[in-house]
């Protein structure tokens, strides 16, 4: 079984300011990990992952996420917002991808808002 | 290429009503995956299905809900006798073997 949890369901950050989205996860086997970025009324679109290798992930948009296995965390980092940052940011996880098939569990959703 | 096309966009259907919420996946995928958004909550998982098969299913509710991807035309994510509880976004995915690639929705409202 796996899970994801992101404790912060709100996240307000003035623009050009830093920023970290928080993810902690459990697994029962190796992973791989994800952010999505959603905009209203939108899909959701992936902005990095993590399959192996580089603990240190660089995505879309100038964010970043780091792989830190004994904490079984994934932060989402961007050194400095900009008000089209705007969204909710869903972590997610899946087990391997066993014949095309990969099973994702998301956490619930950070809604980042960039003040001016 | 297209993306993942969804239709339509937005559902209003009455207590009693069936709903039927259509996804094209992206030019070559053969694995297609719907998920679930209430209100103020992440994604859960519903179904994953191959071309003609149900692979898992052990996201769907019991009743009333059902799921196909036929081998041809676009899966269709059925509801029957919906719900003020099913009012929720209904988004699929499309893989080819990995990574999947998200449709922009379908925002079901029961009155």
């Known amino acids: 079984a796996q899970s994801v949890t992101q404790l912060d369901s709100q996240v307000p950050v003035f623009e050009e300011a830093p920023v970290e989205l928080r993810c902690n996860y459990s697994?029962?086997?190796?992973?791989?990990l994800f952010w999505y970025v959603q905009y209203p009324n939108q899909g959701l679109q992936l902005l990095l992952k993590?399959?192996?290798?580089?603990?240190l992930v660089k995505g879309i948009n100038g964010f970043e996420a780091e792989f830190n296995k004994s904490q079984t965390s994934f932060h989402l980092r961007k050194p400095s917002v900009h008000i089209s940052d705007t969204a909710e940011y869903f972590c997610?996880?899946?087990?391997?991808?066993?014949?095309?098939?990969?099973?994702?569990?998301f956490g619930t959703g950070t809604k980042l808002q960039v003040i001016p | 290429n297209a993306g993942v096309m969804q239709n339509p966009r937005h559902l209003v259907r009455r207590r009693g009503q069936e709903a039927r919420l259509r996804c094209s996946p992206m030019?070559?995928?053969?694995?297609v995956y719907w998920y679930r958004q209430l209100p103020e909550e992440g994604l859960k998982f519903m179904v994953y299905?191959?071309?003609?098969?149900?692979?898992?299913e052990s996201g769907m509710p019991k009743e009333r809900f059902s799921a196909e991807f036929p081998k041809e035309g676009p899966s269709i994510l059925r509801i029957q006798q919906v719900v003020r509880g099913d009012s929720a976004a209904y988004f699929c995915?499309?893989?080819?073997?990995?990574?999947?690639?998200f449709g922009p929705g379908t925002r079901l409202t029961v009155t």
């Open positions: 997610a996880v899946s087990g391997p991808n066993s014949g095309g098939y990969q099973k994702v569990t």
């Open positions: 030019k070559g995928h053969s694995h």
């Open positions: 993590y399959l192996s290798g580089s603990t």
């Open positions: 995915a499309s893989s080819s073997s990995g990574e999947q690639y």
């Open positions: 697994s029962s086997v190796s992973v791989y």
């Open positions: 299905l191959q071309k003609e098969n149900i692979i898992d």
